[in-house]
């Protein structure tokens, strides 16, 4: 059964504090896996899509990884701005475009 | 930059009622996704469609059902309302159903009293 776990569940940060956020999935045939930010009450605002192990992909003061095994989101000099729930999910091979598993997301709090 | 406008934002609605929500794609988006966001849980996939068809379905339960019309736009209409079911209900859109970004809508909210 494909699964993925965040973690960690949440994450306050001073502003300028670098962190990384991680995601381990376990999945028959990793198609892609998908970052999204999503603030309260709203929906998840699409920030990167991973498709192989080594690749990368930076916005502003974000950068995603992808291995085998996990994804993680970095952080680097966060700002207030940045608080917001952070969402992994994978798209398997098997599976119609679009039926993600997500993770329960990292909520990330960053104070000035 | 349009994005996907689901409506109403907010609903309540007494047990044994029925539901319906819309869910406008972006424009030229021809595929359409159904999400549900229980409280403090992530978002469940229900059911896509793509060109008008439906495409792969998930843990939809029987009373829900939904279709895409001639504009893409798509309804997801939920009958016998439970208390469980009230949650965010997340309508997404792409351009074509393979590989292709998926753009989330705002989000409908749903409370059953």
């Known amino acids: 059964e494909d699964q993925v776990t965040q973690s960690p569940e949440a994450l306050r940060l001073q502003e300028g504090e670098s962190s990384s956020l991680n995601c381990s999935y376990t999945v028959s045939g990793l198609r892609g896996l998908f970052w999204y930010r999503q603030d309260p009450g709203k929906g998840p605002e699409f920030l990167f899509t991973l498709y192989s192990a080594g690749e990368e992909k930076e916005k502003e003061r974000l950068k995603a990884t992808l291995t085998k095994k996990e994804s993680f989101l970095h952080i680097t000099a966060p700002k207030p701005e940045d608080s917001a729930t952070y969402l992994c999910?994978?798209?398997?091979?098997?599976?119609?475009?679009?039926?993600?598993?997500f993770g329960a997301g990292t909520q990330v709090v960053v104070t000035p | 930059a349009a994005g996907v406008i689901q409506s109403p934002r907010h609903l309540i609605k007494e047990k044994r009622e029925t539901a319906t929500l819309k869910c406008y794609p972006i424009?030229?988006?021809?595929?359409v996704y159904w999400y549900q966001q229980g409280p403090g849980q992530d978002p469940q996939f229900l059911i896509s469609?793509?060109?008008?068809?439906?495409?792969d379905k998930g843990s939809i339960p029987d009373r829900f059902s939904a279709q895409q019309f001639s504009d893409y736009h798509s309804e997801l209409n939920m009958s016998s309302l439970e208390l469980g079911d009230s949650a965010l209900y997340f309508c997404?859109?792409?351009?074509?159903?393979?590989?292709?970004?998926?753009?989330f809508g705002e989000g409908s909210w749903l409370t059953v009293v």
């Open positions: 424009p030229r988006h021809d595929t």
């Open positions: 999910a994978v798209q398997a091979y098997g599976d119609s475009w679009g039926k993600f598993q």
């Open positions: 997404a859109s792409s351009l074509g159903g393979d590989g292709n970004t998926i753009y």
């Open positions: 469609f793509y060109e008008k068809m439906q495409s």
